[in-house]
């Protein structure tokens, strides 16, 4: 059963620390998603990637956060320095974008809290 | 831009019943339209997908239907169980911004036993 795999799941941090989430996408897909969420906000594109190349990055705060891809099987999200501001629940998605199907998988998320 | 938009917000219905949940979109020119369950506290789990080209998907006691020109889509729970219990969110990718998904803010469910 392929899945979208996320660590840590939880992880709570004190402001300042760096913050580094991981993503392991499904294999065969090619383009991997970073959301956020948060009560107030819903859900928010981060910043997305096709075939390990970013493609949009807009929704990041371009001062702490960077995104990136090592390899087709990784991508991670840091946070450098984490805020409180920065609490939320982060998402990792992956899809095969094939013609005109565009479909996405999520992963379960890491809840992340800025002390 | 974009838009989708959920009716209603939240529904409380008592288990058996058949229910429908609405989104509606601005912008006629997408790829396909996805509806996703989110129980609290957990990721987004993929419920149907529809294709721009197709009417409706059926997996189970779902039915999802597509109306492309009005811009709306339904999802059909028929028979609904307390384990429905979930927010729905629908989300379309636009042919004019890539892969990304616009979401909705999704219909709160509550079946009660």
């Known amino acids: 059963d392929a899945r979208v795999t996320q660590t840590p799941r939880d992880k709570v941090t004190e402001m300042g620390q760096e913050v580094t989430m991981r993503c392991q996408p499904i294999l065969g897909h090619n383009t991997v998603f970073w959301y956020r969420q948060t009560m107030m906000q819903g859900l928010e594109l981060l910043a997305y990637f096709r075939n390990r190349a970013p493609l949009d990055d807009s929704g990041m705060p371009k001062d702490r956060f960077s995104a990136e891809m090592p390899d087709a099987t990784l991508a991670t999200l840091k946070i450098q320095p984490s805020e409180p501001r920065d609490s939320a629940v982060y998402f990792c998605?992956?899809?095969?974008?094939?013609?005109?199907?565009?479909?996405?998988?999520f992963g379960p998320g890491t809840r992340l809290t800025v002390l | 831009k974009q838009e989708v938009t959920q009716i209603p917000a939240a529904l409380s219905v008592p288990e058996g019943e058949n229910l429908v949940l609405n989104c509606s979109f601005t912008d006629s020119a997408i790829y396909n339209l996805q509806w996703f369950r989110q129980d609290p506290g957990k990721g987004l789990t993929s419920l149907l997908l529809?294709?721009?080209?197709?009417r409706e998907q059926t997996s189970g006691r779902l039915n999802a239907s597509l109306d492309k020109s009005s811009g709306r889509s339904t999802l059909y729970i028929a028979a609904s169980q307390p384990g429905d219990s979930a927010t729905y969110l629908c989300?379309?990718?636009?042919?004019?911004?890539?892969?990304?998904?616009?979401f909705g803010e999704g219909t709160q469910l509550t079946v009660n036993p």
């Open positions: 989300a379309v990718a636009g042919e004019t911004s890539g892969s990304r998904l616009t």
């Open positions: 998605a992956s899809g095969l974008v094939l013609g005109p199907k565009h479909e996405q998988f």
């Open positions: 529809i294709q721009s080209s197709q």
